[in-house]
């Protein structure tokens, strides 16, 4: 003899036991980028080469206030990597002035990366830089028509470029 609530158990059971028994099959695949048909908007960053930036031509602000922008949409400031990587942005920037992800504010003579938070592994310094000049440039910038490296006062309103993780798909597929 089953009381009502043993029966709803069994069932529950009964019921489980049935769906179990089809599985259905899953393929999880993860691929760099975001493949042409998907419409993803990652306005107001834009692909360079192999990574994503926004280069903001409008507005000039105080290499804190450029980091804290770039935050603000979800990046950072522009983190080179390579000469390749360089010579990429190079072909979309217009002036000569803007902000790298780079500082030395820590230690003098010790340039760091804000992205990553450890020593800068790519710097293309301009020639005689980077001088320190009158004991207070503190943030890295490109500039000059080569748009080498250059430290400058911090608090100087110059352009910057924005630079965000690059995007990877993760498709999941049931059946
Ligand atoms: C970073 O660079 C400085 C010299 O500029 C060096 O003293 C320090 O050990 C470096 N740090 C790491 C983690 O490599
Ligand atoms: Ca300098």
Known sequence: MCSPITIL????????????????????????????????????????????????ESVRLNWFNADHKCRQLGGHLLHLESEEEHEAIK???????????????????????????????????HPNQPDNQGGKEHCVHMWDINLLMNDLDCSYALRFVCETNSPRTVSVVVW
């Open 91 to 125: 072909q979309h920037l217009n002036v000569f002035h803007y902000w790298t992800d780079i500082t030395d504010l820590g230690q003098s003579g010790n340039y760091v990366s804000t992205t990553t938070g450890l020593n800068a592994t790519f710097l293309n310094w």
């Open 9 to 56: 158990v069994v069932c529950g059971i009964l019921s489980h036991l049935t769906a179990a028994n089809v599985v259905p099959r899953t393929q999880v695949h993860e691929i760099d980028g975001i493949p042409k048909e998907i419409p993803v908007d990652i306005t107001p960053f834009k692909k360079i080469g192999s990574k994503y930036y926004f280069i903001e």
